[in-house]
Every structure is written in C-alpha cells, then in structure tokens.
C-alpha cells in the first residue's frame, strides 16, 4: 500500500540559480569585444529557495572534497557514505555555494565556455574560448570555476522499490538573450544529455566559424590570405576569388564583422560546420524523459550548468545582463 501511496503522489523539487552577467575587459578597449576575446563574465549567486524537498524525498549533494565546516551550513555528514551531505527540508544557497567553494566550482562568476561538437546525449566535455589565430582551444580542458556542477543525492524515506525522476519544468527569466545560451548537462546512470531550459525544440549550435577576435580592426581575422577557421569543421571550402569590396555591418560585434578585401572568404554553403546538439524543454518536460531511478539508497544526478559561448546572444549587447533559472523535479510513476 505504501508503494502504490508514492507512487501515485507527485513529489516537486526546486532548484533556483540567479546569474548576472557582466563582462571582464584586459588590456585596451579597441574594436569589438565577447567572450571570445576578453573572456567574457557571468557573476552568479544562488538566492532564495536552491532545493527543497516534500516529506518523502530526500536531497543531499555529493562531495569529493571533505566539506570540513559542514556543520556551519547546516550540512549533517551522511553516517555510511562520507562524501555525502544532507540539507534539512532541501539544501540552501549557502549549503551550496559551500559545496562549490569546497571543490573549486564558479560561484559568483561563470565564464562562458563551449561544449565543441556533440550529439543529444553522451559524455560532455567543456573547453575555454578562442585567442587570436589560434585554434588549440577545440582540445582545452575548461576550468572548474567557468561553470557549475551540482552532484545531487536523492533517495526516498520508506520506498524501498525505484520510482522514475524527471525534470519537470524549467523557469529562464532575462533581461536580454543570454538566457538562450544556457545550457544543462544532466548527468546519471540512466542517462545523459544537453538541453536548453529557454529554448522549446531540440536544436544546435555551430561550434565553427570565423570571428574578429583582432582588437585594432572591424575584420574577420585572416592569415597568409585567408579568413582564419575557427571551432570545429567537417569540411573547408574556400571561394574561388577574393573579396572585392568591403560591406559596413550593423552592429558589429566578434561575430559580426567584415570580411577584407583581397582575403580569401570562407564558402559557407559548400563548407560543412560541425554542431552542438541539444533538446529543447518540450522534450524534457513531457515526463516520458526519465533521468534517474530513485529509492531508499543514494541516487546520483549531476547537474552541470554552463553557457555555451558559440551562441551569438553572447556578444556586448549583453553587457550586465542576467538571467534567473528554476528547476523543478517529479517523482513518479
């Protein structure tokens, strides 16, 4: 009877993030600017409810490293599993800022990084941002404190059988556009995946192109006669003839520039991009999308929230923008 009362109840799990993003300049304000060339900023803090829980779930966050002042935040020490921490009723912003801190994750400031190509699903690995005319950024390693990852634990008080959790709504507020370079990498053993909380259908991002990432000209950066590919390509077509004239742009930005005259463009149409793929939250929020099992013992979901510095939104029009993110989880049937 207790299993079929569980089961038939829907438990909700909220996870609120606030982010504001500013940008952090070095060296001389010349030309056009994102996170490509300045390594753009998102100051973030965690603020009102992070994760609460109902009565028959509980939450707590994995550490690898040993959260020694626990107990000033509240966080009581699992009695079996000493990388695991409790929150009482949920886990607060401070209990999680801890967490971060304690292992070296973005707390108050996220860079923008970049998946480079992926399928839906499938391991996620995040790289740093481009530097002038050199693309070795496609095999970096992004560091812990561009982004956040947050290890939740759940496990149900008196169910002994598995129960299904999903994500069941996303909430994105903004400002501006940034929300629509957020991105979040579920992460457990049932599954795993990429989706955009603000954009509806499953998509992509181009993780190739060309930029003006040169501080001291309106162009697209060049080399030896030819615009410099950056990111990630199938393929590579050059035009046959050089550009001739040169066209203003609008609100030029590092994607948004002007190709030289006498430099040898990129033929997009002939030339293949490489793509970061992700869902949309209509393929999340339909409960036919489970991403974890849940019971009595310690049920893992990481959650990694990034943004993804390919998408254009990313640019100086975002200047001290933010964007606010609600989670919601559902344990059912």
């Known amino acids: 009877m207790q299993q079929n009362t569980l089961r038939n109840r829907n438990i909700y799990v909220s996870v609120g993030v606030y982010v504001l993003l500013v940008l952090s300049f070095s060296g001389t304000l010349m030309g056009t600017y994102a996170w490509y060339s ?19 779930l509980r939450i707590g966050i994995y550490s690898e490293a040993e959260l020694l002042n626990a107990d000033s935040v509240e966080l009581v020490r699992d009695n079996d599993n000493p990388n695991v921490y409790w929150g009482n009723k949920g886990l607060k912003p401070e209990q999680i800022t801890y967490y971060l801190k304690s292992n070296g994750y973005a707390t108050n400031c996220m860079n923008p990084v970049t998946s480079g190509s992926r399928n839906y699903e499938g391991n996620l690995k995040l790289h740093s941002y481009p530097t002038a005319l050199d693309n070795s950024f496609i095999t970096s390693t992004a560091k812990l404190s561009d982004y956040v990852k947050i290890p939740l634990v759940f496990s149900t008080t008196g169910e002994t059988n598995k129960s299904n959790l999903y994500i069941n709504d996303a909430n994105v507020r903004s400002n501006g556009k940034l929300s629509e370079a ?14 955009a909380p603000d954009i509806a259908n499953d998509s992509y991002d ?11 000209d309106p162009y697209y950066d ?16 050059y035009k046959s003839e050089r550009t001739s004239s040169e066209v203003e742009v609008d609100n030029p930005s590092t994607f948004n520039a002007i190709h030289k005259s006498g430099i040898y463009a990129i033929d997009f149409e002939s030339s293949v991009v490489k793509k970061s793929y992700f869902y949309g939250y209509e393929s999340i929020f339909n409960k036919e999308k489970a991403i974890a ?6 049920n893992m979901v990481d959650l990694t929230i990034y943004l993804e510095g390919w998408n254009k939104t990313l640019d100086n029009a975002e200047i001290d923008h933010f964007f606010n993110l609600d989670l919601t989880f559902e344990v059912g049937a």
């Open 222 to 237: 060049f080399s030896s006669g030819y615009e410099f590919p950056y990111g990630e390509f199938e393929s590579l077509v």
């Open 38 to 56: 300045y390594n753009a900023k998102a100051n973030s803090s965690f603020r009102g409810t992070a994760v609460s829980d109902r009565g028959d």
């Open 182 to 195: 957020v991105r979040i990498f579920v992460d457990s053993d049932l599954t795993n995946f990429v989706f």
């Open 206 to 216: 181009d993780v190739g192109g060309i930029l003006n990432l040169e501080l001291n």
């Open 293 to 298: 099992e849940v019971d009595g013992g310690y």
